[in-house]
Each structure stands twice: as structure tokens, then as C-alpha cells.
């Protein structure tokens, strides 16, 4: 199973905000449980986790935060009622330590500046070895923190789709290269169609990254949010 990412894109201040606020836009009313993990939390486990959000309806979408300060990591979960109980009812049979309870505060900070992540195409194939690594890094990344600082990773997940493959590319004598090769997709070799077809024979979950960075100064808050992209 693969998350559809997307490029790194460079966003600023409120328009982080503006731009979950457009694709949070349901008709029901979102629901904030924060999300307390045991020792059962795998890999295997997380995947399976993401495999339940694949199964939602299309129009479903989830967003999962992971909130960093100087006092440690937390993490939240925000989606319509209806959503939350079917996502518990599955997670609790592959995941039985995860509690899923009403904050007792939600964060709040002055947004310095953020990113946006997300790949620049569906032909793009994320590695899936070294899962365990590649979570340990990530939330590495996230520590420590000043007093005041704060960095928020937050994941809009909804159910992905398996767009039509194309063909393996054949061989040529020259005759798609120049100005017609640029202005056409470039044909895929059989190994990439072949890592293709896999990453899309299993649930397929679409995801947009937004990272928000808050700190006393422009140049300390890139610096945080380079340490999240050096990793993402």
C-alpha cells in the first residue's frame, strides 16, 4: 500500500489555515479525538490502520495530526462522527491499546510559516522498506523544541483510486525524442510499470502533508521545517 503524496511546495502564515479550512469542507461537523498508541503499535499494525481509510467512502476525508512542543509529541484525530465510529470499531481489532478520547485541550500557536508535501504525479513510486526506520525518523525530526516553539505535521487522508496504467514503453529509433517527447509523458520501462502495478493492486490511500512551524524567528522556523522535509 502506498500514500499518494505529492511535490514540496513552500506555503506561508494563514494560508495554511485557508487551505485546510477549503479541503475541510464536509457537510457533518468534525469531530478532534486525540489518539493515545500502546507497545501493539507495528508497522504492520499502522498499515492496517490505513487500510480502513482506504475503505471509506470517496467523499470521506480524515485528518490525522501529530503536534510537537518542548513538552513532547501528541496526536489528533479530526473527522465527521460517522467516520470516527466506523475508523474505532475497525482499529480496535488491529490495534486493541489505541484509545481514541476527547481532548482535554487542543494546541494552539501563531503560525510562522509551513510546507506543503505532495508528489508531482502518480508515476512516482515511494519506497516501502525500512517502515519502522523511516516513523522513528520522522518523529525524531520532530524533537526537541524550544520553549514556545511547535511544529504541527498534519495529513489529510482520504480513499485513493487505481488510475489506468499505460503500456510499457516500446523500443524506438529516436522517433519520440525531441519537441513531440517533451510534450508528451515520457513512456514507462517495464520494471517502473511493474512497481507500478503493485503499488496499486492493494488499497491505495490519498494523502496531502502540511507542515506548520511556529518559532520567535523566519530563519529558526525554516530551519524546523527542514528537518521535517529532510525526512518526509
Given amino acids: 500500500m502506498e500514500l499518494v503524496f505529492l511535490v514540496v511546495v513552500v506555503v506561508l502564515g494563514v494560508g495554511l489555515l485557508v487551505l485546510i479550512g477549503v479541503r475541510e469542507r464536509p457537510a457533518d461537523v468534525m469531530q478532534t479525538v486525540e489518539l493515545r498508541f500502546g507497545m501493539d503499535a507495528t508497522a504492520q499494525a499502522i498499515q492496517a490502520m490505513l487500510t480502513a481509510v482506504a475503505g471509506l467512502p470517496s467523499n470521506a476525508i480524515v485528518r490525522l495530526d501529530v503536534v510537537a512542543d518542548e513538552n513532547g509529541i501528541r496526536h489528533f484525530m479530526r473527522a465527521p462522527e460517522q467516520t470516527l465510529d466506523t475508523l474505532r470499531s475497525q482499529w480496535r481489532g488491529v490495534l486493541p491499546s489505541l484509545r481514541m478520547d476527547e481532548p482535554e485541550s487542543l494546541p494552539s500557536a501563531d503560525w510562522t510559516g509551513g510546507l506543503l508535501l505532495r508528489l508531482s504525479n502518480r508515476r512516482a513510486v515511494l519506497r516501502s522498506d525500512g517502515i519502522v526506520e523511516s516513523i522513528a525518523s520522522g518523529l525524531g525530526a520532530l524533537q526537541p523544541l524550544a520553549a514556545g516553539e511547535r511544529l504541527e505535521v498534519s495529513w489529510l487522508l482520504g480513499a485513493g483510486h487505481r488510475p489506468e496504467l499505460p503500456?510499457?514503453?516500446?523500443?524506438?529509433?529516436?522517433?519520440?525524442?525531441?519537441?513531440?517527447?517533451?510534450l508528451s509523458d515520457a513512456p514507462l520501462r517495464a520494471d517502473h510499470l511493474r512497481l507500478l502495478s503493485s503499488k496499486y493492486a492493494g488499497p491505495v490511500v490519498s494523502a496531502v502533508g502540511i507542515v506548520a512551524v511556529a518559532a520567535g524567528h523566519p530563519r529558526r522556523a525554516a530551519h524546523l521545517a527542514s528537518r521535517v522535509v529532510s525526512v518526509a
Avoid: E, M, V, W
Avoid at 167 to 182: E, F, N
Fill in 167 to 182: 503500456r510499457p514503453a516500446a523500443k524506438t529509433d529516436g522517433a519520440g525524442s525531441g519537441l513531440a517527447g517533451l
